[in-house]
């Protein structure tokens, strides 16, 4: 008998590769969309699963939220969604299986043939509250200089964004 | 079956990879290949948060990378989206095939 957390975890993972594989394998475009954005919340079901609250959230709002929504107004914006996209040669498409089955492999390989350390120290304390001081200080385990260069970071793309998406006169070189 | 842990979620994290990497080779969309860039961008994500619930269970260090690299993740979707759009006004199409104006 399985205990309930297991098969939690096993419908999640499967939901998450299932979906993966659906989005890089549909012809539609638009369907490719819809895989991504369930297999996105099939990792943030996986960090819930593992007690990672904080991450599970993140994900959820910028990546399901944020990002999965770009990419379907994108797609509204420069394709025709009904329409089927054209079938890879099936040269690419054996090239490609090849690599990363090939590439699988090897990582399995290394994966089943290291020990980790399991330690038996206690868990750190991952509330909220614990997070955001661990990201504003600045002492040898504080996060403040990364958390201010991703902070220029965004601010840098949001104004590259614009520059990029500015319509240009047509009459101007 | 066995219980779930560290190898379970790094197998799922490869798998993700690797389906991510397959999506790049064989689309030449580059909506899809982008969507392709973030299967890949998660599975690192994955693997970070897993190290730090298995392996080094005192720290917070995994989970400051993944909040990281989705704050990136979402600022190079951004532009590349502005890209894709731009791309797709000045050529008509988002087929990598038709952007080659800087061959040579």
Redesign the interface.
Known sequence: M?KGE?IV??LL?AL??VS??M??GTRR?FR??VY?LS??IG?AG??FW???E??AA??IV??AG??AV??IF??F???RAGDD??T?PML??I???G???L??GL??LQ??AHP????A????D?SVS??GR??LATGDDG?AL?FEV?SL??L???I??IV??M?TKPNQP | MMEPGLYHMLFIGAALFFIGIYGFLTRRNLITMLMSLELVLNSVCLNFIAFNKYVWTDRLDGLFFTVFIIAIAAAEAAVAIAIIIHLYRSHGSIDVSSAEDMKH
């Open positions: 399985m297991t975890f096993y993972a998450t590769l993966a594989a989005a890089v475009i490719s969309a991504l297999s996105l990792i996986l960090y593992m007690r990672f904080f991450a993140v994900q910028v990546y944020g990002i770009l990419i994108s797609v914006l420069t394709q996209m054209p890879p690419r498409t090239a490609a299986a690599a990363a089955l590439g699988m990582v399995m994966l089943v980790f350390p399991t330690p120290v206690a868990e750190v991952r614990a997070i661990r990201m996060f990364p991703v970071l965004l840098a793309a949001m590259g964004c990029i998406a319509r």
